[in-house]
């Protein structure tokens, strides 16, 4: 991402883009809250300044493709439920319910994962998992 020329010209939003980054910053902003990060943290981990990341949270600016990756890896998110034009609410169901602060676990990535399969891949995700468990209580 070439964030000097981004600087001297930002690009122009035309108002029909406006309501959709609008929206879009609200999911970002309700899945840092979710994720239990302030915006100095999630800036940090994604290179940027707090107050450019204030701007993508409030839709006044676009936020970049090139971002969206990194974003929703460090919001511990999809990329879809980012860009979903949808309802905000979709945000804390796709975001795994953090107890600490840190990094994701790699067990709450998966578990979060195998909540968006379908219900037939789940059963057999929770079927498999009960037998590996079932073998360890005895």
């Given at each position: 991402?070439?964030?000097?020329?981004?600087?001297?010209?930002?690009?122009?939003?035309?108002?029909?883009?406006?309501?959709?980054?609008?929206?879009?910053?609200?999911?970002?902003?309700?899945?840092?809250?979710?994720?239990?990060?302030?915006?100095?943290?999630?800036?940090?981990?994604?290179?940027?300044?707090?107050?450019q990341l204030a701007f993508y949270e409030v839709g006044k600016r676009r936020?970049?493709?090139?971002?969206?990756?990194?974003?929703?890896?460090?919001?511990?998110?999809?990329?879809?439920?980012?860009?979903?034009?949808?309802?905000?609410?979709?945000?804390?169901?796709?975001?795994?319910?953090?107890?600490?602060?840190?990094?994701?676990?790699?067990?709450?990535?998966?578990?979060?994962?195998?909540?968006?399969?379908?219900?037939?891949?789940?059963?057999?995700?929770?079927?498999?998992?009960?037998?590996?468990?079932?073998?360890?209580?005895?």
């Open positions: 991402m070439d964030r000097f020329a981004d600087r001297i010209a930002p690009p122009v939003m035309s108002p029909d883009e406006q309501p959709y980054f609008q929206a879009l910053g609200q999911r970002i902003a309700k899945a840092r809250s979710a994720a239990d990060l302030t915006q100095v943290q999630l800036a940090e981990r994604l290179g940027l300044s707090q107050p936020v970049p493709v090139s971002l969206l990756p990194g974003l929703a890896k460090a919001l511990g998110v999809s990329i879809e439920t980012l860009i979903a034009d949808n309802d905000t609410a979709d945000i804390a169901a796709a975001t795994p319910r953090r107890t600490r602060r840190g990094p994701v676990s790699r067990l709450e990535q998966q578990l979060d994962a195998v909540s968006r399969l379908p219900k037939a891949r789940q059963r057999f995700v929770t079927d498999m998992l009960d037998t590996v468990l079932a073998g360890n209580a005895g």
